[in-house]
Nanobody, 126 residues
Framework: QVQLVESGGGLVQPGGSLRLSCAAS????????MAWFRQAPGKEREFVAA????????YYTDSVKGRFTISRDNAKNTLYLQMNSLKPDDTAVYYC???????????????????WGQGTQVTVSS
């Protein structure tokens, strides 16, 4: 069993920055691949970025490449998402997810993750 708690959301102006954190607890957390997803009102949950535990590989959806950076501190069991140059289209609830069985082709599949945080709201508006 893994517990995930996100923090760091808020209201920011276009062009601004935020850093989200996801604190993970549970047995063998370091073996889990972890990812960020987001869901805007009326839309499906969307993959943002992932860290694959087996080889430390990182993956991003195209719309955030060059603006967002995912990182992981295994000593603190914490996943981060540094978000720069934020746009109104980035407005959503951001969720942290974890699973022990992810492979490269499944990292973006929200339906395959076993563990989820409660989400943190990010609003980009002037």
């Amino acid at each position: 069993q893994v517990q995930l708690v996100e923090s760091g959301g808020g209201l920011v102006q276009p062009g601004g920055s935020l850093r989200l954190s996801c604190a993970a607890s549970g047995r063998n957390v370091r073996r889990y691949s972890m990812a960020w997803f987001r869901q805007a009102p009326g839309k499906e949950r969307e993959f943002v970025a992932a860290h694959k535990s087996s080889n430390n590989a990182i993956y991003y959806t195209d719309s955030v490449k060059g603006r967002f950076t995912i990182s992981r501190d295994n000593a603190k069991n914490t996943l981060y998402l540094q978000m720069n140059s934020l746009k109104p289209d980035d407005t959503a609830v951001y969720y942290c997810a974890a699973d022990a069985s992810m492979i490269v082709t499944t990292l973006s599949r929200a339906d395959l993750y076993d563990y989820w945080g409660q989400g943190t709201q990010v609003t980009v508006s002037s």
